[in-house]
Protein backbone atom coordinates (compact mmCIF):
# COMPACT_ATOMS: atom_id res chain seq x y z
CA UNK A 1 0.00 0.00 0.00
CA UNK A 2 1.76 3.30 -1.45
CA UNK A 3 1.12 5.82 1.32
CA UNK A 4 2.53 9.47 1.77
CA UNK A 5 2.75 12.12 4.00
CA UNK A 6 3.16 15.70 3.88
CA UNK A 7 4.50 17.89 6.32
CA UNK A 8 6.52 21.55 6.42
CA UNK A 9 3.08 23.56 6.01
CA UNK A 10 2.98 26.91 7.80
CA UNK A 11 1.90 30.65 8.18
CA UNK A 12 4.82 33.21 6.36
CA UNK A 13 4.43 36.37 5.52
CA UNK A 14 4.91 37.77 1.59
CA UNK A 15 8.25 37.23 0.33
CA UNK A 16 8.77 34.30 2.76
CA UNK A 17 10.05 30.82 1.82
CA UNK A 18 8.55 26.98 3.12
CA UNK A 19 10.17 23.65 2.31
CA UNK A 20 7.73 20.85 2.12
CA UNK A 21 8.33 17.22 2.62
CA UNK A 22 6.48 14.03 1.70
CA UNK A 23 7.29 10.81 3.13
CA UNK A 24 6.42 8.46 0.57
CA UNK A 25 6.55 4.28 1.85
CA UNK A 26 5.15 0.63 0.32
CA UNK A 27 6.41 1.90 -3.33
CA UNK A 28 7.45 -1.32 -5.14
CA UNK A 29 9.06 0.13 -7.90
CA UNK A 30 10.49 4.11 -9.18
CA UNK A 31 7.94 3.97 -12.03
CA UNK A 32 5.55 6.70 -10.76
CA UNK A 33 4.81 10.69 -11.18
CA UNK A 34 5.28 12.43 -7.89
CA UNK A 35 3.41 15.94 -7.72
CA UNK A 36 2.76 18.27 -5.67
CA UNK A 37 -1.64 19.93 -5.87
CA UNK A 38 -3.03 22.56 -3.66
CA UNK A 39 -6.27 23.26 -3.22
CA UNK A 40 -6.68 27.63 -2.20
CA UNK A 41 -10.02 28.02 -0.06
CA UNK A 42 -12.92 27.50 -1.52
CA UNK A 43 -11.54 26.47 -4.93
CA UNK A 44 -10.36 23.20 -6.92
CA UNK A 45 -7.23 21.82 -6.37
CA UNK A 46 -4.62 22.32 -8.97
CA UNK A 47 -1.35 20.88 -10.36
CA UNK A 48 2.10 23.27 -8.80
CA UNK A 49 4.59 20.35 -9.60
CA UNK A 50 5.60 17.34 -11.06
CA UNK A 51 8.62 15.21 -11.29
CA UNK A 52 9.64 11.71 -12.79
CA UNK A 53 12.66 9.98 -10.74
CA UNK A 54 13.72 13.76 -9.45
CA UNK A 55 15.89 15.67 -12.10
CA UNK A 56 14.87 13.43 -15.11
CA UNK A 57 11.71 15.37 -15.55
CA UNK A 58 9.85 17.78 -13.92
CA UNK A 59 7.17 20.88 -14.47
CA UNK A 60 6.06 23.98 -13.09
CA UNK A 61 2.67 25.78 -13.66
CA UNK A 62 3.66 29.36 -14.63
CA UNK A 63 2.80 30.92 -11.54
CA UNK A 64 5.39 29.40 -9.23
CA UNK A 65 8.10 28.51 -11.72
CA UNK A 66 11.08 30.13 -10.92
CA UNK A 67 9.83 30.63 -6.83
CA UNK A 68 8.95 26.95 -6.81
CA UNK A 69 11.86 23.47 -6.95
CA UNK A 70 10.19 20.09 -6.97
CA UNK A 71 13.23 17.68 -5.69
CA UNK A 72 13.24 13.85 -4.99
CA UNK A 73 15.45 12.49 -2.32
CA UNK A 74 15.48 8.67 -4.12
CA UNK A 75 17.60 7.47 -0.74
CA UNK A 76 15.16 8.46 1.60
CA UNK A 77 11.99 8.34 -0.24
CA UNK A 78 11.22 11.69 0.02
CA UNK A 79 9.57 14.24 -2.29
CA UNK A 80 10.36 18.06 -1.60
CA UNK A 81 8.81 20.97 -2.76
CA UNK A 82 10.92 24.33 -2.39
CA UNK A 83 9.14 27.50 -1.67
CA UNK A 84 10.48 31.08 -2.20
CA UNK A 85 8.86 34.39 -2.23
CA UNK A 86 5.59 33.23 -1.30
CA UNK A 87 2.57 35.49 -2.60
CA UNK A 88 -0.66 35.39 -0.47
CA UNK A 89 -2.24 33.64 -3.33
CA UNK A 90 -0.19 30.57 -2.34
CA UNK A 91 -1.93 29.85 0.54
CA UNK A 92 -3.48 26.69 0.15
CA UNK A 93 -3.70 23.40 1.36
CA UNK A 94 -0.59 21.50 -0.45
CA UNK A 95 -1.21 17.57 -1.05
CA UNK A 96 1.79 15.50 -2.76
CA UNK A 97 0.25 13.01 -4.92
CA UNK A 98 1.75 9.73 -6.89
CA UNK A 99 0.30 9.01 -10.63
CA UNK A 100 1.81 5.20 -11.96
CA UNK A 101 4.16 5.90 -14.67
CA UNK A 102 3.06 4.70 -17.97
CA UNK A 103 5.85 6.13 -20.26
CA UNK A 104 3.87 9.33 -21.02
CA UNK A 105 4.93 12.96 -19.62
CA UNK A 106 3.86 13.47 -16.10
CA UNK A 107 3.27 16.96 -16.82
CA UNK A 108 0.11 15.52 -18.96
CA UNK A 109 -1.33 13.90 -16.47
CA UNK A 110 -4.59 15.72 -14.57
CA UNK A 111 -5.05 15.25 -11.02
CA UNK A 112 -7.27 12.77 -11.66
CA UNK A 113 -4.97 10.26 -13.42
CA UNK A 114 -3.24 10.49 -9.59
CA UNK A 115 -4.32 7.50 -7.22
CA UNK A 116 -2.42 7.77 -4.45
CA UNK A 117 -2.67 10.87 -2.13
CA UNK A 118 -1.26 12.62 1.41
CA UNK A 119 -3.23 14.41 3.81
CA UNK A 120 -2.19 17.49 3.36
CA UNK A 121 -0.38 20.64 4.78
CA UNK A 122 -1.93 23.84 5.06
CA UNK A 123 0.69 26.64 3.68
CA UNK A 124 -1.00 30.48 4.65
CA UNK A 125 1.28 33.45 3.59
CA UNK A 126 -0.31 36.60 4.86
CA UNK A 127 0.72 40.43 3.16
Known amino acids: QVQLAESGGGSVQSGGSLRLSCAAS????????MAWFRQPPGKEREGVAV????????YYRDSVKDRFTISLDNAKNTLYLEMNSLKPEDTAIYYC????????????????????WGQGTQVTVSS
Open 97 to 116: AAAHYSGGDCYRLSKYDYVY
Open 26 to 33: GFTDMTYC
Open 51 to 58: TYRGVVST
